[in-house]
């Protein structure tokens, strides 16, 4: 496993080694992923790039074991997760992984704070009432725990699925693209919170994306092209990340 | 546009089969109960033409214009003399019929029904079964059913009691099949005997009616001519056999009328219940499809089209549906006269008429409910703007509009009427106008409880998923918030399984009600341990038994009744010192210490009938001999069996109380080992003696009232299967609404385990609800009906079967985890990334 660990003297949350997902069977079967072999740092925000079709999503996908894999292994805090069975990796995303998705992250028949706490409640855990108003302050949610997410704007239902994922304390938040759905000052609202969690409260944050200034907001830009890694940049910037873009696209 | 629409029902394969199943359930309904009724009409229509075939020429008594005879006057001999000598007759024969103790193979007495075979052979009414007629005097045949329940076997002799409960002994040389007919459903022995040794039986008794048929080449017409000349038409009413064929049917027409109309009752409930689930699935399929077709209506297509487009799936559902459901319909008639065949214990054969009407109705009503049930939901679909297609959600929180003021004052009006209709039924003294009253206006009131429903959702929801929700956890919470999520969906899915309950616990608190109403009379009406009564209505029991039976060691006490029928009403005779011990009635005024030589305690509803107070003078006509005048001394309560009690003396003065004893009531001495054996030990031997424990007679009541109970349910259970369909079908739709839904769930954590669960209880909680409410709804009407039913002599306690109450509800509950069954496997497999994928 030491092989895997790419900063030296910091510790990994989650790692994959040579992850294989083929899509379909004989001549028609594309491979999404193909030989993938990737690190993500603990305390780190990292971002996922590429273009459409790259298999950024089938990564991430495999990384948070929403998906089997057809080869290789991923390990999740020191937890081998490819050979989990569906309860055990039921379990393991309730206390160990946060998610925010594009879209359709809430319950519509549950308040924003029944939301927030739904992983906690799931894995019949007490909330620590601190870090949840710690959260819940940063994020600027408290007048707005008690509404329905039909009466929330876009940019408060990402801050509240924002606020889901970190309540728990997971060993790493996955993002599917938050700020997809989102006008530009609420997707920098969501950015910046994802990278204050990460540089303040330690969280570990892994956000796959497809837009250069959101990715200009991690630690490191991870790169990839028709299923594999295409290279990757440590404290990107829009522009360094919009040329490297290019240069995969060329 | 065609194209279109054969896509779409191709696409949505799966959702439309499940609701095809609620039209066609329905449209089964429908067709069985009219092709029941169809068969029930020709098979008693074949019996009724039965009595007519081959009849020319009908002669019976007009008795009805003549007032002052106490004696019905029949055919005498000569006239049938006459009848058969008139020009063109070829062979008459006398009609008759009268009860007949006949005696069963355990030498018990019951009662049957003799008639008269016809010499002529062509005027017999019956086919023959088994053996032949009987030719001489000492020859019987009997129905078949008869000769099995009695046990008599051709070649055996069979008794009958005749007058003065003398034996007659006959040999059964055949049986014959008398078919389907009233008397055959009431359960009635039918013998047939030879005119002669009819006519033995009660000599004095003259036929009411002669049959004759004509010989070959005379008309109809010709021979009545004929035979008027021969009779005249003094007191005699003359028909031709058409005449008296068209008479018959029309009798026909009007008994069977009821039980097809009681059956279309069930069937239009089934149906409001089936059109509810195929609206409401119609509607949830036109909120899923918002984004398709708002696609159509971007890429061009119009209202009016995306309005057809609905319609036309509705149409094709529907047709497909009423086939599927005509079919099933024609079994469920098979189904249901088994059943009722075995009830009867007899045999029949299963009939299954299929008129050109009851095609239409299947077709009409498949058809058209799911074309009407689909047009609201079709016009919803008109409106979605055509931008709805690129919002990224489809938007389903427009269906939770908030409850309208028009549903509102729709509610209120219906409960308004229906309070009042309660009321002023409740305040009816004649019970069936005002169960009639009370009846509608409690329909009223479930129609308001319908209109009401999507507002009801959210407490009943709240209060019924505290439970789960503490048991069992998060799965269980989110159930309750989704069951009340879209609280019109709830209530249109809950609805249908409300009125089946509704109805289903009405009938039941109803029926238990009359049933320990008549329980607690029983006990009241026979304080004695044993009631020894005649097997046979109009044969009194010999006066020699009571002094039998009050010989018996063990018996402390026995009281004979004799019985006195006046013209508006019957009395009865008990020894004055059997009054207040066998006997007690509760005194409302008057004292029954005056009852006496002469006297009379009259019951309160009598008394209010005849205008009839305490110092009155009650003139009793009996149907035979002299009017006597008693003086009423007391008014009294709760014995209900008569109008009024008198002493055995007094009853005396009336002929008919002093042929014999009504019934005899035997009571135990306190500690009597073997009571029944020495009872039984007098009464055996007397074909005529039945003896009845307070218990037994209670038992014979129950077993009828459940029968009729069990019937009811498994009517209406069909309009419950299909509001349980309902269920499934309603959660299968948002099952697909809420892929994303699970999928984001799963991503959280939830098992899959607990998303089967979430669902289940999602279930569980909506047929709960439409339970719950049923049961409220069912007990509260029960309760209005039973005061309805009550008055001032009968007061029909409210009784709430529990136990049957709690079958019901445990039977919701299954059915509901079975609904879930299929749509939480399907929620459950769905992969998250998969569920996450779909739009």
């Given at each position: 496993m030491s092989a895997l660990v790419s900063d030296v003297g910091t510790r990994t949350a989650v790692a994959a080694a040579n992850l294989v997902k083929v899509y379909g069977k004989g001549d028609t079967a594309v491979r999404a992923l193909d030989g993938v072999s990737v690190s993500f740092a603990a305390g780190r925000f990292t971002a996922i790039m590429g273009p459409s079709g790259s298999g950024k999503s089938t990564l991430m996908h495999c990384l948070a074991g929403l998906d089997n894999v057809d080869g290789g292994s991923v390990d999740i805090g020191g937890t081998e997760i490819t050979s989990l069975g569906d309860k055990e990796l039921t379990r393991l995303r309730r206390d160990r992984v946060g998610f925010v998705f594009q879209a359709f992250n809430l319950l519509p028949t549950l308040t924003a704070?029944?939301?927030?706490?739904?992983?906690?409640?799931?894995?019949?855990?007490?909330?620590?009432?601190?870090?949840?108003?710690?959260?819940?302050?940063?994020?600027?949610?408290?007048?707005?725990?008690?509404?329905?997410?039909?009466?929330?704007?876009?940019?408060?239902?990402?801050?509240?699925?924002?606020?889901r994922a970190l309540v728990a304390r997971p060993d790493v938040v996955f993002a599917d693209e938050p700020t997809g759905n989102l006008d530009s000052r609420s997707g920098a609202e969501v950015l910046d919170f994802l990278r204050m969690s990460v540089r303040k409260l330690g969280q570990t944050v892994i956000m796959v994306t497809h837009d250069p200034v959101a990715a200009s907001y991690a630690d490191r830009v991870v790169l990839m092209a028709d299923g594999r890694l295409a290279g990757e940049i440590d404290s990107p910037t829009a522009d360094s990340v919009l040329s490297a873009l290019k240069h995969l696209g060329a | 546009m065609l194209r279109t629409i054969i896509a779409g029902l191709k696409a949505r394969t799966a959702r439309l089969v499940l609701s095809s199943v609620a039209i066609a359930l329905g449209v089964a309904f429908v067709t069985g109960t009219l092709v029941l009724g169809d068969a029930m009409n020709a098979s008693l229509r074949d019996e009724f033409a039965k009595d007519a075939r081959n009849v020319d020429v009908s002669v019976t008594v007009d008795g009805g214009s003549s007032e002052e005879s106490t004696e019905i006057p029949g055919i005498t001999p000569e006239t049938l003399a006459k009848i058969r000598q008139a020009p063109g007759v070829a062979g008459a024969d006398p009609r008759d019929s009268q009860t007949v103790p006949l005696v069963a193979a355990n030498g018990k007495a019951k009662p049957a029904f003799a008639v008269p075979l016809a010499s002529t052979e062509k005027l017999r009414e019956f086919d023959l079964a088994e053996g032949r007629y009987p030719t001489k005097a000492d020859e019987i045949a009997v129905d078949k059913r008869t000769a099995a329940t009695a046990k008599l076997t051709i070649g055996q002799p069979v008794v009958l009691l005749g007058k003065e409960d003398q034996r007659h002994t006959y040999t059964l040389v055949g049986t014959y099949q008398q078919g389907t007919n009233q008397l055959s459903l009431g359960g009635f022995d039918h013998i047939g005997l030879t005119p002669d040794a009819f006519q033995a039986l009660e000599p004095e008794r003259p036929p009411y009616q002669v049959v004759a048929t004509a010989a070959p080449g005379f008309t109809q017409q010709q021979v009545v001519d004929n035979v008027r000349k021969a009779i005249g038409d003094n007191g005699f009413r003359i028909q031709s056999g058409e005449e008296l064929t068209k008479e018959t049917l029309e009798r026909v027409e009007a008994r069977s009328g009821e039980f097809t109309t009681l059956l279309?009752?069930?069937?239009?409930?089934?149906?409001?219940?089936?059109?509810?689930?195929?609206?409401?699935?119609?509607?949830?399929?036109?909120?899923?499809?918002?984004?398709?077709?708002?696609?159509?209506?971007?890429?061009?297509?119009?209202?009016?089209?995306?309005?057809?487009?609905?319609?036309?799936?509705?149409?094709?559902?529907?047709?497909?549906?009423?086939?599927?459901?005509?079919?099933?319909?024609?079994?469920?008639?098979?189904?249901?006269?088994?059943?009722?065949?075995?009830?009867?214990?007899?045999?029949?054969?299963?009939?299954?008429?299929?008129?050109?009407?009851?095609?239409?109705?299947?077709?009409?009503?498949?058809?058209?409910?799911?074309?009407?049930?689909?047009?609201?939901?079709?016009?919803?679909?008109?409106?979605?703007?055509?931008?709805?297609a690129l919002r990224s959600q489809p938007d389903s929180g427009e269906e939770v509009s908030r409850t309208g003021v028009v549903r509102v004052l729709t509610a209120v009006l219906l409960g308004v009427i229906g309070v009042g209709a309660v009321v002023f039924?409740?305040?009816?003294?004649?019970?069936?106008?005002?169960?009639?009253?009370?009846?509608?206006?409690?329909?009223?009131?479930?129609?308001?409880?319908?209109?009401?429903?999507?507002?009801?959702?959210?407490?009943?929801?709240?209060?019924?998923?505290?439970?789960?929700?503490?048991?069992?956890?998060?799965?269980?919470?989110?159930?309750?918030?989704?069951?009340?999520?879209?609280?019109?969906?709830?209530?249109?899915?809950?609805?249908?399984?409300?009125?089946?309950?509704?109805?289903?616990?009405?009938?039941?608190?109803v029926a238990n009600s009359a049933k320990e109403t008549a329980n607690a009379e029983i006990d009241e009406r026979m304080p004695a341990d044993y009631t020894v009564t005649s097997a046979v209505y109009d044969r009194p029991l010999p006066k020699e038994l009571a002094e039998q039976l009050a010989a018996v060691p063990e018996v402390a006490k026995v009281a004979p009744t004799t019985v006195v029928f006046g013209e508006r009403g019957y009395f009865t005779g008990v020894p004055r010192d059997a009054i207040g011990n066998l006997f007690r009635p509760t005194v409302t005024s008057g004292s029954l210490d005056d009852l006496g030589d002469g006297t009379i305690a009259v019951n309160a509803d009598y008394a209010k009938r005849a205008n009839v107070s305490v110092g009155s003078v009650l003139s009793i006509k009996p149907g035979k001999g002299e009017a006597q005048e008693l003086k009423v001394v007391a008014v009294v309560e709760g014995q209900r069996l008569s109008d009024g009690i008198m002493t055995m003396e007094?009853?005396?003065?009336?002929?008919?109380?002093?042929?014999?004893?009504?019934?005899?009531?035997?009571?135990?001495?306190?500690?009597?080992?073997?009571?029944?054996?020495?009872?039984?030990?007098?009464?055996?031997?007397?074909?005529?003696?039945?003896?009845?424990?307070?218990?037994?007679?209670?038992?014979?009541?129950?077993?009828?009232?459940?029968?009729?109970?069990?019937?009811?349910?498994?009517?209406?259970?069909?309009?419950?299967?299909?509001?349980?369909?309902?269920?499934?079908?309603?959660?299968?739709?948002?099952?697909?609404?809420?892929?994303?839904?699970s999928a984001l769930l799963r991503a959280l954590g939830l098992t899959r385990g607990q998303l089967r669960l979430m669902l289940v209880v999602e279930s569980v909680l909506m047929a709960l609800m439409g339970a719950a409410i049923g049961l409220l709804l069912g007990i509260g009407f029960g309760w209005v009906l039973t005061e309805a039913l009550s008055n001032d002599t009968i007061s029909v306690d409210l009784v709430v079967p529990f136990g049957q109450i709690g079958v019901m509800l445990a039977g919701a509950v299954v059915a509901a985890i079975l609904a879930a069954a299929l749509p939480a496997r399907r929620a459950a497999r769905t992969s998250v990334v998969a569920g996450m994928a779909e739009a």
């Open positions: 704070e029944a939301n927030i706490l739904l992983g906690l409640e799931l894995a019949g855990r007490k909330p620590d009432r601190e870090w949840f108003d710690t959260i819940v302050d940063v994020l600027g949610l408290r007048d707005r725990l008690k509404h329905k997410p039909t009466e929330l704007s876009g940019g408060q239902q990402q801050r509240v699925a924002c606020a | 279309l009752a069930f069937a239009i409930i089934a149906l409001v219940v089936a059109a509810m689930v195929i609206y409401n699935t119609f509607t949830i399929l036109v909120a899923q499809r918002t984004r398709e077709l708002a696609l159509m209506r971007c890429v061009g297509a119009s209202r009016g089209q995306v309005f057809r487009s609905v319609l036309a799936e509705a149409l094709v559902m529907g047709l497909t549906a009423s086939v599927i459901g005509l079919l099933g319909g024609i079994g469920v008639s098979a189904l249901l006269q088994r059943v009722m065949f075995s009830f009867n214990d007899g045999e029949g054969t299963v009939t299954l008429p299929l008129t050109v009407t009851t095609v239409v109705a299947a077709f009409a009503v498949g058809t058209l409910v799911t074309v009407l049930a689909a047009v609201l939901p079709a016009r919803k679909a008109t409106r979605v703007a055509p931008v709805a039924g409740m305040g009816m003294d004649d019970e069936e106008a005002a169960m009639f009253t009370s009846g509608a206006g409690t329909m009223a009131l479930l129609g308001a409880v319908l209109v009401l429903g999507p507002l009801l959702v959210g407490p009943v929801n709240r209060v019924l998923g505290a439970l789960p929700r503490a048991l069992l956890g998060v799965p269980a919470k989110l159930a309750s918030a989704n069951a009340g999520r879209n609280p019109k969906r709830t209530a249109a899915t809950t609805a249908a399984l409300m009125i089946g309950v509704t109805i289903v616990s009405l009938v039941t608190v007094t009853s005396l003065r009336f002929e008919q109380a002093a042929a014999g004893y009504d019934s005899i009531l035997v009571k135990l001495k306190d500690g009597a080992v073997n009571g029944r054996a020495a009872v039984e030990k007098v009464t055996d031997p007397s074909p005529l003696a039945l003896l009845d424990s307070a218990a037994e007679t209670k038992e014979q009541l129950n077993q009828q009232l459940n029968q009729v109970l069990a019937f009811i349910w498994a009517l209406i259970g069909l309009a419950v299967v299909i509001a349980l369909f309902g269920i499934a079908n309603t959660l299968t739709l948002s099952v697909l609404e809420r892929t994303r839904e």
